[in-house]
């Protein structure tokens, strides 16, 4: 019981502070509509006419943009570890008589919550624009959903930990965040890469995640629906186990 109440605390924690939050409700719901409508939009007529798997560009990038939202709102969550480092709260809880991988892996899964639901409230503003979506696979989205919240959490986490402040870690999200986002096959197909990027893109989690919601949602992918869930298991079991074992061995500074 101890480990569920560790748990479930931490997740109740997370969601709540997320909605209380007006403005960071707001803002990562509109940045996203933005990058679909203005991004999206103006290129859909800078490549009229061609081909993405027979489906035009809106289309082709939908998907990619709920898991760019998903991806961003799970990755940044590794933010608020570093507030609970100003202000005192991480210090409570790593003296607290409680399992410290059931308090880091309810706050995880509380930050994955929260991203998936802004994924699923990007997917019904965009589906006017976009009605080719298959609704039929929503269910499996969201587990694909799940699974990339959880990797990059887990990711943002193992950061974290490490920081020292709060401007260390926007730094690394800078360095990270765009080439993780623009080679992962949101924006355009990762086959036209050269050789080098496109060895960059595969070794990018996000690739898989994309994929996966496309072929799920278009019915078109560049790879293979089962090689791209098997690996998503694979990556956020690893990335959350070693979350898990790098907050066990945190200490209070």
């Known amino acids: 019981?101890?480990?569920?109440?560790?748990?479930?605390a931490m997740w109740y924690r997370q969601v709540k502070r997320f909605w209380h939050a007006k403005a960071r409700v707001i803002g990562t719901i509109t940045q996203p509509i933005f990058w679909l409508i203005f991004f999206g939009i103006g290129f859909a007529a800078s490549f009229r006419g061609v081909v993405f798997g027979r489906l035009d560009y809106i289309s082709f990038m939908f998907p990619g943009i709920i898991l760019m939202t998903i991806f961003m709102g799970s990755f940044m969550s590794g933010?608020?570890?570093?507030?609970?480092k100003e202000f005192g709260y991480l210090k409570v809880v790593l003296v607290a008589p409680s399992s410290r991988k059931a308090s880091i892996l309810g706050r995880s899964l509380g930050d994955a919550t929260i991203a998936i639901i802004?994924?699923?409230?990007i997917l019904i503003i965009g589906y006017p624009l976009v009605r080719s979506i298959n609704v039929v696979n929503i269910l499996p989205f969201l587990a694909v959903a799940l699974l990339v919240s959880m990797t990059f959490a887990g990711i943002g986490i193992l950061i974290a930990t490490r920081m020292r402040s709060m401007e260390g870690f926007q730094l690394i999200v800078n360095l990270i965040t765009m080439p993780l986002i623009f080679l992962s096959g949101i924006f355009y197909p990762i086959d036209t890469l050269?050789?080098?990027?496109?060895?960059?893109?595969?070794?990018?989690p996000l690739t898989y995640g994309?994929?996966?919601?496309r072929i799920l949602l278009t019915g078109t992918g560049s790879l293979n629906l089962m090689t791209d869930i098997t690996l998503l298991i694979i990556l956020s079991?690893?990335?959350?186990?070693?979350?898990?074992?790098?907050?066990?061995?945190?200490?209070?500074d």
């Open 1 to 8: 019981m101890n480990w569920w109440d560790s748990f479930i």
């Open 79 to 84: 933010i608020s570890v570093i507030w609970d």
């Open 118 to 121: 802004q994924g699923i409230i």
């Open 194 to 204: 050269p050789i080098w990027l496109k060895i960059i893109a595969y070794i990018n």
């Open 210 to 213: 994309v994929d996966a919601s």
């Open 237 to 252: 079991g690893l990335f959350m186990a070693l979350a898990m074992h790098q907050f066990e061995k945190a200490t209070i």
